[in-house]
């Protein structure tokens, strides 16, 4: 890893669509350990380290920085891996990152989710003197206090705690100057991004009431508030912004819908939400998530190819209904007449010469509507 850059993570398909997540002052990437896996199954997740902090070289701030600086670099980071527009998830000062590129790039800011975090951070002084003891002392002071700051009465992190002990006092003394200017509440109307707003209940840091004006300043934003939570509740309670992000992430049931409606065409969709009943409300919202937001939403292969896919696997499997609905699909998806008999004639051979006679019935009876 170059030292020019921020040092970040990598995790999920290059092909899946890329999220950015920023860590808290005094935390790593490590702060994301039980929620980055998980959206990684969806998105090309690239978590990333603070100056100072975590494997980053501390010289690439220095006293005096902004937050313009850090969302410089998390763009320069950005720009090294070829990624023109990213979703973003910050805490702390990692979400201040993220207002910040809201505002200043919002050309590369697709969605934002901003955790714990706030559009000021009470003011210069505090920071000032914490920026000034931390060079004077170093970080042994604040480590003490970790726990209390960061969490509810009994639950810790010991790797957090720890990476607090391991930054570089004079990175993050810099890291404090940055968070003292910081304030962007005449700019939050500016934004335009897609906004998720999460706050932790009993965090003193940034409390609710911060995250509140977040949400009433961006037209359209959604606020969440966890209960039991304090300042690191990516940490604490990992399950719960977990179901905000994905609610918030573009791999939903939304997106989804908006698939299975190409895909399968407007009567079929409509038709089958009419049937829905409370007992099978949770498949059908199983289906638009999982299978048409995810699966069906990768670009790996074409609409085409998972048309040939589908087909196939309902062959081999007798599923004779499932396939008359893709075989109309397969048409909405550009394969001809021609192209489908062909998939059928190649699954005779390898699915077995019964299931592609059943199929054969099906298919014609389907593309015999079309002259209808």
């Given at each position: 890893?170059?030292?020019?850059?921020?040092?970040f993570?990598?995790e999920g398909?290059?092909?899946a669509?890329?999220?950015?997540?920023g860590?808290s002052?005094?935390?790593?990437?490590?702060?994301w350990d039980?929620?980055?896996?998980?959206?990684?199954?969806?998105?090309r997740?690239?978590r990333w380290?603070?100056?100072?902090?975590?494997g980053?070289?501390?010289?690439?701030?220095?006293p005096g920085a902004?937050v313009g600086?850090?969302?410089n670099?998390?763009l320069a980071?950005?720009?090294?891996?070829g990624i023109?527009?990213?979703?973003y998830?910050?805490?702390?000062l990692g979400?201040?990152v993220?207002?910040?590129?809201?505002?200043?790039h919002?050309e590369r800011v697709?969605?934002l989710?901003?955790?714990?975090s706030?559009a000021?951070?009470?003011?210069?002084k505090?920071w000032?003197?914490r920026?000034?003891?931390v060079?004077?002392?170093g970080l042994?002071w604040?480590?003490?206090?970790?726990d209390?700051r960061w969490?509810t009465?009994g639950?810790?992190?010991?790797?957090?705690?720890?990476?607090q002990?391991?930054?570089?006092?004079?990175?993050?003394?810099?890291?404090c100057?940055?968070?003292a200017?910081f304030?962007l509440?005449?700019?939050?109307s500016?934004?335009?991004?897609?906004?998720l707003?999460i706050a932790g209940?009993e965090d003193p840091a940034?409390?609710?009431?911060?995250?509140?004006?977040?949400?009433d300043?961006?037209?359209?934003?959604?606020?969440?508030?966890?209960?039991?939570a304090?300042h690191l509740?990516?940490?604490?309670c990992?399950?719960?912004?977990?179901?905000?992000?994905?609610a918030h992430?573009?791999?939903g049931a939304?997106?989804g819908m908006?698939?299975?409606?190409?895909v399968?065409?407007?009567?079929?969709?409509?038709?089958?939400?009419?049937?829905?009943t409370?007992?099978?409300a949770?498949f059908?919202?199983?289906?638009?998530?999982y299978?048409?937001?995810?699966?069906?939403?990768?670009p790996t292969?074409?609409?085409?190819e998972?048309?040939?896919v589908?087909?196939?696997a309902?062959?081999?499997r007798?599923?004779?209904?499932e396939?008359?609905?893709h075989v109309r699909?397969?048409r909405?998806?550009?394969?001809?007449?021609?192209e489908i008999?062909?998939?059928l004639?190649?699954?005779a051979?390898?699915c077995?010469?019964p299931?592609?006679n059943?199929?054969?019935?099906?298919?014609?009876?389907?593309l015999?509507?079309?002259?209808?």
């Open positions: 890893m170059t030292e020019k850059l921020l040092n993570r990598a398909p290059d092909s669509p890329p999220l950015l997540l860590p002052l005094g935390t790593s990437y490590a702060l039980k929620v980055a896996p998980e959206l990684s199954v969806t998105h997740v690239i380290d603070l100056p100072g902090h975590g980053s070289a501390p010289g690439l701030i220095g902004s600086d850090l969302a670099l998390v980071l950005a720009d090294s891996l023109e527009q990213f979703v998830a910050g805490v702390s979400g201040a993220g207002l910040h590129l809201a505002v200043h919002p697709a969605s989710a901003v955790i714990c706030s000021h951070f009470n003011g210069a505090p000032e003197e920026a000034a003891r060079r004077r002392e042994g604040l480590v003490e206090s970790a209390s969490f009465p639950f810790t992190v010991p790797e957090l705690v720890a990476d002990g391991a930054a570089d006092p004079a990175a993050y003394a810099a890291c100057d940055a968070l200017a304030d509440r005449s700019r939050l500016e934004i335009r991004a897609r906004t707003v209940r940034t409390p609710p009431a911060h995250l509140r004006e977040i949400a300043a961006v037209a359209g934003s959604a606020l969440v508030e966890i209960p039991g304090s509740a990516v940490a604490e990992p399950s719960a912004v977990l179901s905000a992000l994905r992430l573009g791999g939304r997106l908006a698939v299975r409606r190409e399968l065409g407007d009567a079929h969709v409509e038709g089958a939400q009419a049937r829905q409370p007992f099978t949770r059908q919202d199983f289906i638009s998530r299978a048409w937001g995810e699966i069906w939403t990768d292969l074409s609409r085409r998972r048309s040939m589908t087909l196939t309902l062959i081999a007798g599923h004779d209904d396939l008359a609905m699909a397969a909405r998806n550009g394969l001809t007449a021609e008999g062909a998939v004639m190649q699954s051979v390898y077995g010469v299931a592609a059943s199929a054969f019935a099906v298919a014609q009876r389907v015999g509507e079309e002259g209808d």
